[in-house]
Structure formats: C-alpha cells, structure tokens
C-alpha cells in the first residue's frame, strides 16, 4: 500500500485532533505517519478515508489500538517532584484544620498509572485516617491495563526516596508491585478529556492533577479543558498542571499560587462556576 499523502494525511491529522485533543505537530509528525500507514496497511478495507473509517462499525478496536500506539505515555513515579511537594503542603494544611472527610483526588491522563499511585503514597503519608480515594482516568486502554496491575520494574523506583519505597512488594526478578493496599485508593476508569459528557465521578473533586498532557493539545482546546477541571473542584480545591503547560491566563473562579516551582490554581470559596 502506498504510504499517506500530505493532504490525506492531514485529514487524519484533523480527525484525531477533533476526536482526542492531541495535536500532529512537526515533532509528532513521523511517529503519527509511522503508525496510521502500518494500521491502515493492516486494515482489509479499500476506501481508507478516515471521516469512513470513524464512522463504520466493528473498527472499534482498531481504532482503539491505533490510539494505545499513537499516544505518548511516558510517565514517572513523583515525575515533577515539586509537585508533589505543594500537594503534600496543600493536604497537610487542610488536615491542620481539623478536615477528616473523605478526600477525592484525581490523576487526569494517568497514563501507567504511576502519578495516580504517587499521589495516594503522599495522601497517606498526611491525610488523617487515611479517609481518601483517588480516580485515575486515561484514554488509553492499554495504558489503563498496565496502571490497574501495578507492576513496574524495579529500575523505575530508583528517584523515589524513604519511605515511598515501602509502598511496593518485590515479586523477583527485577519486578515490584504497588502495595494492596496503596491500590485499593486508586480507582481507574477509561475517561477522553475531549468528551462532551465527563462522568459523575469527575465532580467534586479536592485536587487533580493534570500534567503532561495539555502541551500535545491546540490552545482552544487547552483553554476549554483547563476551566472544565476548574469546574470539576469543590471550592478550596486545587488544580495542579505541569509546569509551563499552560502560560498563565485567567481561569475564572480560580486563583494562580504564588510558587514559581509549581503550575497549582485554587478554586476561591466565593466562585459559583457552573459543574
Ligand atoms: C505523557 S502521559 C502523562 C502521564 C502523567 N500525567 C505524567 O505527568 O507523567 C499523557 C497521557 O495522556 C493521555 N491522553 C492523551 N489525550 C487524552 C485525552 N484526550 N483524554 C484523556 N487522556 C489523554 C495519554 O494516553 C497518556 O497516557
């Protein structure tokens, strides 16, 4: 089969911006070609215009192993360790006011779950009673399968510094696993962020963070994304975003913390922001 044309390439290049957010951009661009042209090669189909092939049944998991391939997924545990620390900051000053409910955070684009699981390590560490849940949302199945076994090469432990190394169990052979009961505050679920319908669980929210995954998508889309998660915190609640992923604008209801280290807005107490 012939490799894509420029101009058919484009239109593939604008229906995966449309369905998922990510950008083809100069970077991308030979990765993208790389895997459309192998799928499409593999597909026993003629007529291989995408606005078709989005539309036909029985292709879903073609096209769901097309994104798995397509997506970046590159993540660490405690990738931006800054972070972190703000999250850690954040949470212990609300438990010094004498918090106990239960806390909900949310790992936005989780990947292999490694950020999820990061966050439930430090909410454990501060939170009393250890009363919180963490959702982990993804639009890659693939990457979701990988997050929900929580098996990782021991190698990917080595930043991690006491006590989150107790967070693992060893199963040989150069292999650990998150610790049960780490895993039983994450909760993964397939989400798209470009969907129109975000899922009830979304809402209410006490921290999410986001990171890594706003800089693949157009700044419209950026914009539109970052005042949904806005709106998806309860008031006090904190949006962490990876840094210089999204140059300081306005988020309405939403004030910029004064720390150069972090990307972290609070939902001021007085918004009424539409969920
Ligand atoms: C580079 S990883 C970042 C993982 C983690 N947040 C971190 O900071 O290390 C980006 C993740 O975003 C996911 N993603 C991309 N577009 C998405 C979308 N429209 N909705 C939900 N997840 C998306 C990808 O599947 C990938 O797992």
């Keep these: 089969m012939e490799p894509l044309s420029d101009s058919a390439f484009s239109r593939w290049a604008a229906l995966l911006e449309s369905r998922i957010g990510v950008r083809v951009t100069p970077a991308w661009e030979g990765h993208a070609r790389r895997i459309l042209n192998a799928h499409l090669h593999d597909l026993k189909i003629n007529d291989k215009h995408p606005a078709l092939l989005a539309s036909r049944k029985g292709l879903a998991g073609w096209w769901r192993e097309l994104l798995d391939q397509l997506l970046i997924k590159e993540t660490t545990f405690f990738r931006h360790r800054a972070s972190f620390d703000y999250l850690r900051c954040y949470l212990a000053d609300k438990a010094s006011t004498g918090e106990k ?3 909900r955070l949310w790992s936005a684009g989780c990947a292999s779950g490694e950020e999820a699981y990061s966050m439930a390590m430090t909410a454990q560490q501060v939170w009393p009673n250890e009363q919180f849940q963490v959702l982990a949302t993804d639009i890659s199945e693939a990457a979701l399968n990988q997050a929900r076994a929580a098996t990782y090469k021991a190698s990917r432990l080595a930043g991690l510094m006491p006590p ?12 650990v696993q998150v610790e049960a009961s780490l895993r039983s505050y994450v909760h993964f679920v397939h989400h798209n962020l470009v969907d129109r319908r ?15 995954l706003l800089g ?13 998660l806005a709106r998806c915190l309860k008031p006090n609640g904190c949006l962490v975003l990876g840094p210089g992923e999204y140059l300081y ?3 309405p209801g939403m004030q910029r913390e004064k720390r150069s280290d972090v990307l972290a807005f609070v939902r001021s107490t007085d918004s009424r922001l539409e969920c």
Aim: aromatic share 10%; hydrophobic share 35%.
């Design 101 to 103: 409910r239960t806390l």
């Design 164 to 175: 989150e190394h107790t967070g693992f169990l060893s199963l040989g052979e150069g292999r």
């Design 198 to 212: 975000w899922p009830r669980e979304t809402q209410g929210m006490d921290v999410i963070f986001c990171q890594h």
């Design 216 to 228: 693949y998508f157009g700044p419209e889309r950026r914009d539109a994304v970052v005042a949904r």
């Design 249 to 251: 604008r306005h988020i």
